[in-house]
């Protein structure tokens, strides 16, 4: 079976600017969450859905947005980019109820300049 | 204060040796527990998790639990240099469905 899917890989964008960045989970996983990575840093959590619904969101503002569709793919969405928000997304997927064992993806490289 | 604690290392050790990672959480009614390796560039990758007390084994890897000190380790037997990597230390906190990471430990297995 696949893994957890992400894409673009690397996207470099200018302050201001918005992106969005799109995650395929495990076939059979319908939880996924968002994480934050800054070099040198643990994940930091964003966001989790499960079955199209927000189970949870970390401590991050209003300009960071997330969905989830209902083949359970999900999408991150970040506006008015500042160069804070460069970093490594990753998305995770997990079996329902999000307590099991989180899956990573590759991963998404963003670059604020 | 942080939540889940890890030595940042770097953490070197001789290859075949064994290699003991450490990790504390804050939130005594923790359930669940994860180790993550992650290679220089690339994503974490789930080694091992643990939700009872005691010891876990898999392979080279041995995870320990003890939930009334609120402590968590990996052992790694007959390390590599291919093991050589920053090891994650990842906590599901009873308020939430998330995780909480540390800041990881980096490994350095010496030929």
């Known amino acids: 079976d696949a893994g957890v899917t992400q894409s673009p890989t690397h996207l470099i964008k200018t302050r201001g600017q918005q992106v969005t960045l799109r995650c395929s989970p495990i076939?059979?996983?319908?939880?996924v969450s968002w994480y934050q990575q800054v070099l040198g840093q643990g994940p930091q959590f964003i966001f989790q859905?499960?079955?199209?619904?927000?189970?949870g969101r970390g401590n991050f503002p209003d300009r960071f947005s997330a969905r989830q569709f209902p083949n359970y793919s999900s999408e991150l969405n970040v506006n008015a980019l500042l160069l804070g928000d460069s970093a490594l997304y990753l998305c995770?997927?997990?079996?329902?109820?999000?307590?099991?064992?989180?899956?990573f993806g590759p991963g998404t490289r963003l670059t604020v300049t | 204060q942080k939540e889940v604690e890890q030595n940042s290392g770097p953490l070197s050790v001789p290859e075949g040796a064994i290699a003991s990672l450490n990790c504390t959480y804050s939130?005594?009614?923790?359930?669940?527990f994860f180790w993550y390796r992650q290679y220089s560039g690339k994503s974490p990758e789930l080694i091992m998790f643990?939700?009872?007390?005691g010891d876990k084994e898999d392979g080279r890897f041995t995870a320990q639990l003890n939930k009334a000190s609120q402590y968590v380790s990996l052992l790694i037997r007959d390390s590599q240099p291919s093991d050589s990597a920053t090891y994650l230390c990842?906590?599901?906190?009873?308020?939430?469905?998330?995780?909480?990471f540390g800041p990881g430990t980096r490994l350095s297995v010496l030929p």
């Open positions: 995770a997927s997990s079996r329902p109820g999000g307590s099991y064992e989180q899956y």
């Open positions: 076939s059979g996983h319908k939880s």
């Open positions: 859905y499960y079955e199209k619904e927000e189970r």
């Open positions: 939130d005594r009614g923790s359930q669940s």
């Open positions: 643990i939700y009872s007390n």
């Open positions: 990842a906590v599901n906190p009873p308020y939430g469905q998330n995780f909480v």
